[in-house]
């Protein structure tokens, strides 16, 4: 029975699988992301995060039947470029070829977001859809399509949800432009908005949390803590988030009219339920056929997802080469 | 050689075609569509519109290969059901058997935006795509989408691009929500909002050029008008449709990432390429993948298009039958 490996590349974190023929996981690591170095450093710290599941797992690498890997930038084959969330990573990093010559396996690359809704769709909350939205709320706010049981990419960068308008000339977003959903419901952006209105003579205990928790930025938990102590500036920005994502994921269902949406990433996974019922109530009055709204479900797979995603990118690949 | 025959029925006129099997045009024929009785009374125009011509192609409908129509509303076979732009066509009716008994041929129903976007795809402006996204600039702002070659249609209610929300807590629609694009773009908001200002003393020619033109309403005719004039209301009410309209495609196009946009309806139509240009331009800055925007154009087979893409409807019948 072949086993195979997973490797989800966040900004943030590392997070690795392995997984047997059924997807259960048989282990499982993560690793801080490298913040600085390059490219090579961050696929060593993959190598090691990999081979830290495998240990649990009680198994070699080598011995696997594949990993895939979930990536952010531009991925051309086995190379990866303009991951521009990762330490120097502007240029094509032979990413595939280093892994596998490190780690004595076959390895395939995916888009990230893609890889994580290709997970919730074979595996976790969008089992009974043919079609379904990703919506992945964390330090930004990354979409994934399925449309007729099949990814939708469109000419290799569909999906990119955070950057539906959902106010001309409204907040600066990280990506530069102006109103995009992220620039109010991305975890970055919050922190930004945070900090601007503390400076402004705003009350929070979110940054002492922060300190308390030694962390440098606002995680998805130290948010979920503020909340939990009713942080009236938390609660606000985070009121902010949930209409702008009403709105963005509504715009998204009017064109795409999808039977389902997932909400994963950090903030999606930790907020859980009654977040993405929130978000639902919040669609609700832009949703054009507002008789029948999609299913919103929180992604099943949890934190895992994009990791378990990323390892049936080998198995798919297995299932190619028995069909051809 | 069978001919077909197409039906375009909109809010306000009904427009008929004859096709050959090239899909030229042997004739054509319009009509206003009645604005009272009830659908057995558009239904009895339409048949004497496609009468109209037939008669100016030179041939019976008795002998057409069959008729197909664009249609607004929820299509369920042969029925049409909350056709709300129609006068009392709230409930269902049987629009394909009455039109059959009348014209003596084989009548085929279809979404009034998706026929128009299949003919762009196939015969007009979509041709070198293998997806697009057509955006209908009238009364409202309608939408339909190619993917992979094929019509997405989702659970029937995709592409309703005119209710992106573009700001939230924005205008108010014609459909009863706020900030939708169509809010700012469509027709008849425009329109609504032009007796707005005038309300509160602005001027403008665009009432009385109506009234010249012995209209009832501000036709996409009398916005042309208005612009070659250098009407300062117009120009402004324009611009902000633009600006709507940029962000609002601008959006469709981040989730889909299409290769290319048609630009059609009365206003797309009539205003043309310039205004092609303009759309494309307000899109710009809100494009994630901006190094790359999709192809916009003007809908090339103008007017006529949902009357050719309905006629396609029994086209495609007959290709199915024949390979069944």
């Given at each position: 029975m072949a086993m195979h490996g997973g490797i989800d590349l966040g900004g943030t974190k590392i997070q690795t699988v392995i997984v047997d023929e059924d997807h259960s996981v048989l282990g499982s690591a993560r690793r801080p992301t490298p913040t600085s170095g390059g490219p090579a450093d961050v696929a060593a710290e993959m190598e090691a995060a990999l081979r830290d599941a495998a240990k649990a797992a009680e198994l070699e690498p080598e011995t696997l039947g594949g990993v895939g890997v979930g990536s952010p930038g531009t991925i051309d084959g086995g190379n990866v470029t303009s991951a521009r969330n990762l330490p120097d990573w502007e240029g094509s990093f032979a990413l595939a070829p280093t892994l596998e010559d490190g780690l004595g396996c076959k390895v395939?690359?995916?888009?990230?977001?893609?890889?994580?809704?290709?997970?919730?769709?074979?595996?976790?909350?969008?089992?009974?859809?043919?079609?379904?939205?990703?919506?992945?709320?964390?330090?930004?706010?990354?979409?994934?399509?399925?449309?007729?049981?099949?990814?939708w990419t469109g000419r290799g960068a569909a999906g990119e949800?955070?950057?539906?308008?959902?106010?001309?000339?409204?907040?600066?977003?990280?990506?530069?432009?102006?109103?995009?959903?992220?620039?109010?419901?991305?975890?970055?952006?919050?922190?930004?908005?945070?900090?601007?209105l503390v400076e402004k003579g705003r009350k929070t205990d979110l940054f002492k949390l922060m300190q308390e928790r030694d962390r440098t930025r606002l995680t998805s938990g130290i948010w979920a803590r503020a909340l939990d102590r009713g942080d009236k500036l938390a609660i606000h920005v985070l009121d902010r988030a949930v209409r702008a994502l009403g709105a963005g994921i509504a715009s998204a269902v009017n064109v795409l009219d999808v039977e389902g949406v997932i909400i994963g990433g950090g903030l999606g996974i930790r907020l859980g339920h009654p977040y993405a019922k929130r978000i639902s109530e919040a669609m609700q009055p832009h949703l054009f056929a507002d008789f029948r709204p999609p299913h919103v479900h929180v992604a099943a797979l949890g934190d895992l997802g994009g990791a378990i995603g990323a390892a049936l990118l080998v198995e798919d690949d297995r299932a190619a080469a028995a069909t051809a």
């Open positions: 395939r690359l995916g888009n990230d977001v893609q890889v994580a809704t290709d997970a919730e769709f074979k595996l976790g909350a969008g089992r009974l859809y043919s079609s379904l939205l990703g919506v992945f709320w964390g330090t930004g706010v990354g979409g994934g399509l399925i449309l007729d049981g099949k990814p949800i955070g950057h539906i308008v959902v106010e001309i000339d409204g907040a600066r977003c990280t990506c530069g432009r102006r109103g995009c959903m992220e620039a109010y419901a991305g975890r970055a952006a919050m922190e930004g908005h945070v900090s601007q």
